[in-house]
């Protein structure tokens, strides 16, 4: 079956821009979650959503960064006027169900760049 | 504070020879433990999971790990690597108090030559 897609693959941007990353989780997941990739950080969670409760945002690195999930389904990452200290991979995972056992599933990324 | 820490950032092994990557975590509960892998220009994949039971892991690929709490590790090993084991690869935890998310280590490039 379909794994997790995310789009734009790749994305460049100038500094003070608006971008907007998409994820599309594995169909049935009620668990949705972003992680961000960088080199002086590694991997860092930023915000998690589960159905339709209220999500857990304590990951997001400042008020410049909002994410929503749409129907329960797809999800935008927003960083409004972007930083260099911004640019990373930024991945969206999934998982069927949350909780101690439930396995994320990643998808391939956005690597966004920011000149 | 709760973490994660893999030593080593770069680890080298011959084709045929063991592998061993090393993580420890920290934190007064033991948490849940994971290993991922991570190819070039790929999201990451789950290697194998330690939640309870039995301390010694299979996972994928002939990987396996093994929890021990009197050390607070979970390293990964591999009998005997393959040129196609090269990759980076993460240890993860999910800490008590907050299942929902993964911490993860700082990574370990893996290299194998012939």
């Known amino acids: 079956g379909a794994g997790v897609s995310q789009s734009p693959s790749n994305k460049v941007t100038e500094k003070g821009k608006d971008v907007e990353l998409r994820c599309d989780p594995i169909?049935?997941?009620?668990?949705l979650y972003w992680y961000r990739q960088s080199l002086g950080q590694g991997l860092e969670f930023l915000i998690y959503f589960q159905g339709n409760s209220a999500p857990d945002k304590s990951g997001l690195p400042s008020d410049r960064f909002s994410a929503e999930r749409t129907g329960g389904s797809v999800s935008t990452l927003t960083i409004q006027r972007t930083q260099q200290e911004d640019s990373a991979v930024y991945l969206c995972a999934s998982s069927l169900a949350p909780g101690q056992h439930d396995e994320q599933y990643f998808g391939p990324g956005t690597r966004l760049t920011v000149t | 504070a709760q973490s994660v820490t893999q030593l080593g950032s770069h680890v080298s092994v011959s084709e045929g020879a063991l592998v061993l990557l090393r993580c420890n975590y920290s934190s007064s509960v033991p948490p849940y433990l994971f290993w991922y892998v991570q190819y070039p220009n790929q999201g990451l994949q789950l290697l194998l999971k330690y939640t309870t039971g039995a301390t010694l892991v299979k996972g994928i690929n002939g990987f396996e790990a093994e929890f021990k709490k009197s050390e607070t590790s979970f390293h990964l090993t591999k009998p005997s690597a393959h040129m196609s084991d090269a990759a980076e690869y993460f240890c993860?935890?999910?800490?008590?108090?907050?299942?929902?998310?993964?911490?993860f280590g700082a990574g370990t490039r893996l290299a194998v030559h012939p």
């Open positions: 169909s049935g997941h009620t668990a």
């Open positions: 993860a935890a999910k800490f008590s108090g907050g299942y929902n998310k993964l911490i």
